[in-house]
């Protein structure tokens, strides 16, 4: 009798997700049950923690987050459209180079960067000031510490999480497709609606999740360009597990997180055909 390879192919990474995937949530799952501000994992199971997640105020940080990542994914597909498409059209060696100096930053340290930015384009004197100063005559104030700078700040450093995916939808409409399109009589707004954006779906939604679920987790450009004007969900889960010492509480608000999270995420994965894109 042959014996199936499969399973024990699959049996290493199997093992790697269980141990280091499956069981932290489980744990984590388990200590948001534990009675507040305990360090055991044998107290008596109790929903205080997700009873005190809604009435102590962490809805705010829950819903800016969730607010936040919302207006970086709307915005950063507004500009990796045009984008990808103009890349796309001229697929060549400048294309490529633009693309790499896109996706250059990736490489370098987000802390960084957000230092950057927040030095040269948003102060007083900064280049975005001085820009609109000399270019428009407009005078406008240093944005630093403020839900616009945080905004900017996730829009920068998360734009090139949506432009890839949807480079790669944009790959999938055939060209053939959108001339018998143009000869039927259709214009650019039917073009787009009927061919461009169904094909080009599962690339964006790709690159949507990917911007969301990243955005939704960020920490760092809230904490150097937004100050004490931000207050982000995975601010207050590091807060609740290091300076208050309430791990069952930053356990509780771990596993909304999740649930919004996997909320967002579970139905576009069930609409969006990968083989596709991985064979593309």
Known sequence: MRTRPGPWLAAPTALFLLAFFAMPLLIVSWYSLMPPRTFSMLGAPTLANYAAAFSDGYEKPLLWSMLGATLTTLICALMAWPTAKILHAHAGRAASIIT????????????????????????????????????????????????????????????????????????????????????????????????????????????????????????AEAAILGGRAVTVISAAIEQRFSYAQDWPMGAALTVIVILVTAAVVWPVLRRVDLNRIIQR
Request: proline content about 6%; some cysteine; aromatic content about 12%.
């Open 100 to 219: 790499a100096l896109i996706a250059l930053p990736i490489f370098i340290s987000e802390s960084v960067r957000l230092f950057g930015f927040s030095m040269f384009l948003l102060p007083r004197g900064g280049i975005l000031a001085g820009s609109l100063n000399a270019w428009f005559d407009i005078q406008i104030g240093s944005i630093l510490n403020t839900r616009l700078a945080a905004l900017l700040g996730m829009i920068y450093v998360y734009f090139p999480f949506m432009l890839f995916p949807l480079l790669l939808g944009v790959s999938l409409i055939p060209e053939d497709r959108l001339e018998a399109a143009r000869d039927l009589g259709a214009g650019r707004w039917a073009l787009f609606r009927e061919i461009e954006l169904p094909l080009a779906a599962p690339g964006l939604m790709i690159g949507a999740l990917l911007t969301f679920v990243l955005c939704l987790g960020a920490n």
